[in-house]
Structures are given as C-alpha cells and as structure tokens.
C-alpha cells in the first residue's frame, strides 16, 4: 500500500468508529431508559411490567434519550474542540515539555537530529518535539490532524535506554503514525471515548449531590441513579475501548514494518521492543506511563501505556513478543536496557562537550548537494520517472535516510543555526529569502522589517540574505522546513503578522516572481489559520475540478518548458482519462488563481490524489529530465495536497545559480 491509500484505509476506519460509536450510544440509550424506568416504576410502587408501562410521565423516553444524547454528544464535541489546537494539546495532556531545537542537552540534541533527518527524508515538516521528563520506561507517541502540526513525543527512558540506530527506530514508528494517517484517527478516538465517559461522570456527579442533600428522602433515589448512571456510563466505556483496541492493534504492526522500511534497520525498532521486554522483565515496566491521562491516550503510544487484564480483548497493542518476531521472522530474546553510563554523565553537558561519544556526538560527515541527491538520481531519469517520484510520497528510498542525514548537516552550519532555534531570527531567515536583489526595492522591503521589528532586525535579514543566495534554489524550501518546529512556536496572531509581513515583502516591487510565490504558498498552508485542520473531502474524482487541476499542471509545463511547455503540459495530461482540459498560457496565469485552485485540489479524496500527482509528476519530469523552479513546483503542489515528497527530489539543475523568473501576479 501507498501514503495515499493508507490515507483512504484510515478514513475508512474513521467512518467505521463512527458507526461502532453510534451503535455502542444506542447501546447505553437503550440501557437507560430501560433501568431508568424500572428505578421509577419502582419508587412509585408498581412491580408488574404493564404497571410500568400505564404510570410512566409523558415523554419519558424521549426526555432521557434527549438528556444521554446531549451528554454524550456534548462531551465528545467538548473533547474534540479541546483538540482542535492539534498535537501540542496531547502533549501537555501527556506531561510532555517542548524541547528547544537548540537544546545543547547532549540526548535531546540526539533526538532532535533524528527528528530532523526522518521528517527531511519523509518529505514532511519537522515536527515540534516533545519529552516526557517523569517517565523512566521506554515509549513514544506521535500526534496531530496532519503532518502540518504533527509533533513526537519520547519518554525519558527512551532518551537513556536506547543507542541512536534504537531511536532511529522508534522515531520511525511514529512517523509512520504521521504519514499514515493514524494520528487523526487516534485523536477522534479520544473524543468518543471522553463522550461516552460522560454518563459515569454525570452519575458521580449526582451520587455526590446525593450524599451531600440534607433530605434523607431525597438523596436516597438520587444517590441510587447516580450509581446506576455510574455502571451504565462505563459500560459505554467498555465498548469505547474495544472500539480502541479493536482500531489501533493492527496499525502497530504497519508501524513497526514502516520503521524497518525507513531506516533499513530491524535492530532499530527491533532492539527498542527487545529493550522494552527487558525491561519489563527487569522492573515490571516496559513501556507503562504513570501520568493520570496514560489511560485516554493508551492508543498512541508505541507500547501499551496502561496493563490490561484482558489482553487479547482491550489490549490496545499486540504482544510483544509476537512484534519483534514479524520484525526478524523468527523468537528473539530480550534484551537488559540499563540508562547508559555516559548518557547519565553527559545528560547536561554543553553540545561542544559531544566528540568523546561516536555514538551522542554530531556527524561529520558534510557532503555537497551532489552527495545527498545520488541516493535517488534513478528517480530523475527514465520514461518512469513519474511512476517513481509519486511511488516515493511518504516513502523512504533506498539511501534516503543517509540523504537526509547529508542534508540536514548542510543546512546545520553556525550561521543558520540561530534561525531554527530562535523564533525571531527564524523569521529574519524567511524575511531574507524574500528580500530582492534590485536595491531600490530591497531598501522599501528594509523599510518594512524596520518598522515591524527594529533597526537591528535589518542586518540580521541582510545577512541571512546572503546566506541564502550562496545555497541552491532547489534547497529552500528544505530550509523553511528545518526552521518550521521554530516558526510554530509562534502564537497564532503572531503568525499572521508574519504572513502580513511577508505578503508585503513579496509585493513591494509589484510583482510576484516563482520563488516567492512556492514559498509563501508553504508558509500560508503550514503557519496559517487553518494550518492543522483536517480538511473535508469535497471532491472524488480529479474531474470534478479540472479547470483547476489543469491551471496547475500549466503553470509547471510553463516554468519547465518555457518555449513548447504544451508538449510538457501533455505528457501529464494522458495520464489523467478522460481529462479534457485545455492547457493554460503563462500570460493567462494568475497566481491567485493557482492558490486557489490549491485549496480546491486539496479538497479531494486520498484516492484520486496520486493520480493527479503523478500527472504532475510527469509534465515537471518531461523527457525524464527537469529543472529546480519545476522540481519546486512540484513539492509546493503536494506540500498544498498534504502530501509528503522526499525533498531529494530535486533536478540536478538544482546545483546551478538561476534566478527565480517572475510571473504575472
């Protein structure tokens, strides 16, 4: 299966707990008005059934199935708000405390480092990074609606316990959680089950009021529906975690296999599981977390958070042993998972400290851009080209791991190190893409960064400036990716200033060039107001929208082929059929047109995505051969599709010094 029909399987489950949560309401409706009528029947005095059926109130049923309704209804709505904000809310549920992207702890920079490479070779944003600093078991959890507010969360014990290959694997776990569509489906799951906890909330609610009434007449009947109300709320709640159960077991296993996949390396994720069991034999706990809301948030967690006395019936994970043997194909044992030594002594050491450690200390190894594309330059060339680069969306090519390490340590030098730690400078680092060579409007554009920032924020921009012009154009949007888990860090209205800010920078000279238009079109979709928000599918088929779907297929035939781009614009076109669109010329392209038709073609279903891509795919690698501006386009496009592309996916071309070329605003 691919990112996108892992995308569909995991709508399709969504839909399904929507029916398993329907059914399991009726249930406890059921259950109510039942109980509840043979509590009134017996208070007022009657025994026999068809007593009960001539003394019940008008609208008795009706009024406890509207009261069950609006509680459990309610709670779930409540629930699912509290998470719309993303992941970061399920990480402080967690306990979880954000680890600065600087940190020069000597673990968290560890897994910083990993975070980064795993997101850079999976084609998505770098997600926020959490710790759960109180639990000294070993486990992980990844959450959010999408892999624009994704963030990673790892226990304490993950950070001491494992060796980095052990870490790689448990990150890629998770990040198969990320690309798979697992972490919407989870979070829904925690609001159906705080729904149908509600009942039982409701009855110690009234068993409380009961016990504290002055009427002994009167607390009697109340405390005794609480108590009823009580059992009958988590008899919700047992059919709530057979729905968790029952959704999450099987995606562990996916995850597992994605880990292996992404890092070419069983004893990553195989090892962390081996520790985990170890572990467990050691202490008594593998991967249990102590925090009060281990038990809500049990499903996302790489191990069960939470033991469970019927393991095979509410047991939110597989079997240990049962995991690492799909992973090595044979029993494994065990393995001890001591904190190690020199983790324990270099914790809180300075980053600097890190050479005596081949295992903590920073890589060396600092390739060129011609080092980190090899991995995946078969994917360049050839008739299959588009086959292949659609094929790699949330996919890890072979080597695209060491790729990745090759171009995170490119983009990691001193002088840009400050802009993916510090949320200021990160926006002087976007701030400095966008500034333009002509002086006369980078001195208006200077004017602008003055009077939101300050003076000194001028030669900060300058600087970064000139940092930017000296790395390849096909780069850039990995660069806004490394500094987007800064960028995030912004408060919501301090994000959409900087995208005001921005959007004037860009029209200062009364134009919009390629460059600016790609990546102000990723910082609106990933910083903007609806940046981690699910978003509805409206459309099943790229027919429905296909003036939209052929707009954006001209403007990359136009930036890859300027002179015969309808020869480019073709070669996408047959693979798309029954799409009859016309191309679109460069002078009737208008850019706010194209960010429209972003937002519709987003609207489609995971199904008829890779379809679309891969016609896209197909115009920017025309004749197995393409260019930066098109490689650019063609990332912009899924990163507006929320589609990971592994970022080597750029042409060769990408080494050469071009300028962006301007197209009609």
Same mark, same amino acid.
Request: aromatic share 4%; net charge positive.
């Given at each position: 299966m691919n990112f996108f029909e892992h995308q569909e399987l995991a709508r399709r489950s969504s839909k399904r707990l929507i029916v398993l949560f329907v059914l399991a309401v009726i249930a406890v409706v059921i259950t109510v008005n039942v109980i509840g009528a043979l509590l009134y029947v017996s208070a007022a005095g009657h025994r026999g059934p068809f007593g009960a059926a001539t003394t019940l109130p008008n609208g008795f049923f009706l009024t406890n199935t509207a009261i069950v309704l609006l509680l459990i209804?309610?709670?779930?709505?409540?629930?699912?708000?509290? *998470?719309?904000?993303?992941?970061?809310? $399920?990480?402080?549920?967690?306990?979880?405390?954000a680890v600065d992207p600087g940190t020069h702890d000597l673990l968290e920079r560890r897994l910083v480092n990993v975070v980064e490479e795993m997101a850079l070779a999976s084609g998505i944003p770098v997600p926020r990074v959490y710790v759960l600093d109180n639990e000294p078991t070993i486990n992980a959890f990844a959450a959010g609606h999408s892999v624009n507010d994704a963030i990673v969360a790892v226990t304490r014990g993950t950070l001491t316990r494992l060796s980095r290959d052990e870490l790689q694997g448990v990150i890629g776990h998770e990040f198969s959680h990320i690309l798979n569509g697992d972490m919407r489906l989870n979070l829904r799951l925690i609001g159906v089950l705080f729904g149908l906890l509600m009942i039982a909330m409701f009855g110690r609610f009234m068993m409380e009021m009961g016990r504290g009434s002055r009427s002994d007449r009167g607390a009697g009947p109340l405390v005794l529906a609480g108590i009823a109300l009580w059992i009958i709320g988590y008899i919700g709640v047992f059919f709530g975690r057979l729905i968790k159960a029952g959704v999450s077991r099987q995606r562990e296993f996916l995850a597992d296999a994605s880990a292996v996949q992404f890092t070419r390396n069983p004893d990553g994720i195989g090892g962390a599981l081996r520790k985990i069991g170890g572990l467990s034999d050691e202490i008594g706990l593998g991967t249990e977390i102590r925090h009060p809301n281990a038990e809500t948030l049990s499903h996302l967690f790489l191990g069960a958070a939470r033991p469970s006395f019927v393991s095979g019936l509410f047991a939110t994970h597989p079997p240990l042993a049962e995991r690492v043997r799909r992973i090595y194909g044979r029993a494994q044992d065990f393995l001890p998972a001591p904190e190690q030594p020199l983790a324990l002594a270099l914790g809180s050491a300075r980053f600097e400290r890190a050479g005596a450690s081949p295992d903590l200390a920073p890589l060396e190894f600092k390739p060129g851009v011609e080092n980190f594309m090899s991995p995946v330059a078969s994917m360049l060339t050839g008739t299959g080209a588009a086959d292949n680069v659609s094929a790699s969306i949330g996919a890890m090519p072979?080597?695209?791991?060491?790729?990745?390490?090759? *171009?995170?340590?490119?983009?990691?030098?001193?002088?840009?190190?400050?802009?993916? =730690?510090? =949320?200021?400078?990160?926006?002087?680092?976007?701030?400095?893409? *966008?500034?333009?060579?002509?002086?006369?409007?980078?001195?208006?554009?200077?004017?602008?960064?003055?009077?939101?920032?300050?003076? *000194?924020?001028?030669?900060?921009?300058?600087?970064?400036?000139?940092?930017?012009?000296?790395?390849?154009?096909? $780069?850039?949007?990995?660069?806004?990716?490394?500094?987007?888990? =800064?960028?995030?860090?912004?408060?919501?209205?301090?994000?959409?200033?900087?995208?005001?800010?921005?959007? =004037?920078?860009?029209?200062?000279?009364?134009?919009?060039?390629l460059a600016e238009f790609l990546l102000f079109t990723v910082l609106k979709r990933r910083l903007g107001p609806n940046a981690g928000r699910a978003v509805p599918v409206r459309y099943r088929a790229v027919a429905e929208v296909t003036s939209e779907a052929a707009l954006v297929m001209s403007l990359i035939a136009n930036v890859r082929m300027p002179d015969t781009p309808e020869r480019a614009f073709a070669a996408g076109r047959a693979l798309l059929p029954g799409f009859d669109a016309q191309f679109v010329a460069q002078a009737n392209i208008s850019l706010d047109a194209v960010a429209a038709a972003f937002v519709k073609l987003n609207q489609l279903a995971p199904l008829a995505k890779p379809a679309y891509i891969k016609a896209c795919t197909a115009v920017a690698f025309v004749d197995g051969e393409t260019n930066w501006k098109a490689a650019s386009c063609l990332r912009t496009v899924c990163i507006a599709l929320d589609s990971p592309l592994p970022p080597q996916v750029i042409a060769e071309s990408a080494l050469e010094s071009e300028s962006a070329a301007p197209l009609s605003a």
């Open positions: 209804g309610g709670g779930t709505w409540f629930e699912m708000s509290r *998470l719309a904000a993303g992941g970061e809310v $399920v990480a402080q549920m967690a306990g979880g405390r072979s080597g695209g791991h060491g790729a990745a390490v090759g *171009l995170a340590q490119r983009l990691d030098s001193p002088a840009l190190r400050a802009a993916f =730690t510090d =949320t200021t400078a990160a926006q002087m680092l976007v701030l400095g893409a *966008l500034l333009d060579k002509d002086r006369a409007v980078g001195d208006q554009q200077r004017r602008v960064v003055a009077e939101a920032f300050g003076e *000194l924020a001028v030669r900060a921009v300058d600087e970064y400036h000139a940092i930017v012009q000296q790395l390849p154009p096909g $780069v850039r949007l990995s660069l806004l990716d490394r500094a987007m888990p =800064t960028l995030r860090r912004l408060p919501q209205a301090a994000a959409q200033r900087f995208l005001m800010l921005a959007h =004037t920078l860009i029209a200062a000279d009364g134009r919009v060039t």
